[in-house]
């Protein structure tokens, strides 16, 4: 019995280049991708807006599954529309859950290494679906899985060519925090294996561990781009409202208002309102006072955490 | 037997509109079997049966739910997805696709029509339907195919094509007959076999060319469309 190992090797390809080029991708009178220049390289890069963004729409024409409008997008230097043969470097996660439930994993990865045409599509499935950890489900019909494992099991799929270049849209939706860590880990993995990862997500919470960097797209255009740690501070140190009551409202009041990091505390009838001009310090620092002065918060309810307004906040600075 | 058809064998098998394929060539096979046995003449069962049941609706209705389910359900449900990232020649999807769907709907159809055929007159228009009505499924499948690549309703335009044009139109204006699938199946099967069950519209050379241009002509336009197959955002 031979032992496979769950790491991926390293590609024995050079890394791949994915290259947007002003691309815009409108319906109708509808612009949906506006303008969009981006270059990915190895690594993990996370794809980040609100809903409605247009990530979907820029992450189809990464895949060559929708014409740029205008601009042009390349892999290596050759268009990904109307060019099957990107698929050989390309790996595809689509958003939507969309699974042959009459197949187990096994036959639904061995099918994906067969269209392939890899010399041993048997060997190519096993590995893949090692490496997303569904060896002990594998034989089951994937109807009877769960979101997560039907997740993993399309990542195995889209991984089982040993792509240079992985997208995956929404690859976090509806999976518990384990095993969204453990994607996250299986992507970075991959990342520093040399091969170009690119997610999309909507939750910013959700893309708390990567280390890469992050692409962020607002009303069709890429509005911020960088390494992850500087956009997070961004976000993080952002102005905020929060919304607090505790067992003694007004000693937390009096004691916040000595909080450098907080710049108005108003008094209301079920609790306080406190503006902070430090989210990171706030949050922080509340739990020090409430324990400090024995009190206890009953909640603590951040008022304007729509992605929207955290998306514009990051747009304007 | 290819991936590509493997996969959609499997999802036609195992989808649970298969089972729709079975009413008719059974209710075709209970009448034929039903008039033999009750004795009554086959020149006034037989048109009924095998022309205005058998090939104007079993073959084309078979052919639609088996033509527009191996490409047009993957299309719905998003699994075409997973065929289509693959460095596969799009003509090497299609063809896999359309070989299982006129060969499911050929022996869906077929058959039937082989055992009423005989029942009606003879072995010989037995076979001449049952050939038909292969070259027919054919025709068919290759324009339901293309169909779930033109249009996002291809079910519902399909049956307006079989019901309206092939049926209805098909009854008062002569000039749809040149452009009626099921016209060239029942001239194909009268010069196999040529009896007075079967009354033709068309030429066999018109039959036979209109056909294959049918069948050529839109597999073309299928494996061109799927070229260019765009994936609508849902959530963007």
Known sequence: MTTISAEPAAPATPASTLDLAGVSRWYGNVVAVNDVTMRLGPGVTGLLGPNGAGKTTLLHMMAG??????????????????????????????????????????????????????????????AAIALVEMEDAQDRKIGTYSKGMRQRTRVAAALVHDPQVLLLDEPFNGMDPRQRLHMMALLHRLGDAGRTILFSSHILEEVEQVSGTVQVMVAGRLAASGDYRTIRRLMTNRPHVFRVSSTDDRALAVALMAEESVTGVELGRDGLTVRAGDYGAFTRALPKIALARSLRVRSLTPEDESLESVFSYLVGS | MSTVSWITARGLFGRRR?????????????????????????????????????LAVVLPVVALIVGTGVLGAEIDDGTVVHILTKPLPRWQI???????????????????????????????????????????????????????????????????????????????VSGTKVLSIQQYVIALADRIAPTEMLATNVSVPVASVMSALIAVGFTALAVDRLRSFSVAGETS
């Not at chain 2, 228009?125 to 290759?142: H, K, T």
């Open chain 1, 65 to 126: 599954f929708l014409a740029p409008s205008r601009g042009a997008v390349t892999l290596d230097g050759s268009p990904t529309w109307r060019n099957p043969d990107v698929y050989r470097r390309l790996g595809l996660v689509s958003e939507r859950e969309a699974v042959h439930t009459f197949l187990s994993a096994y036959e639904f990865v061995l099918a994906s290494a067969k269209l392939h045409r890899l010399p041993d599509p048997e060997a190519a499935a096993r």
């Open chain 2, 18 to 54: 298969f089972l729709l394929l079975l009413p008719l060539p059974v209710l075709l096979l209970t009448l034929a079997i039903l008039s033999r046995s009750l004795g009554v003449d086959p020149g006034e069962w037989g048109p009924a049966v095998l022309v205005g049941l058998g």
């Open chain 2, 94 to 172: 299609i063809l896999p696709k359309l070989a299982v769907a006129a060969g499911v709907t050929a022996v869906t159809v077929a058959v039937p029509l082989y055992v009423a055929g005989v029942l009606a007159h003879s072995v010989r228009l037995g076979v001449a339907l049952a050939v038909a009505a292969s070259i027919g499924s054919l025709a068919y499948c290759a324009f339901f195919v293309a169909l779930s690549l033109l249009t996002r309703r291809p079910v519902l335009l399909g049956l307006v094509y079989v019901l309206i044009w092939e049926g209805l139109l098909g009854n008062f």
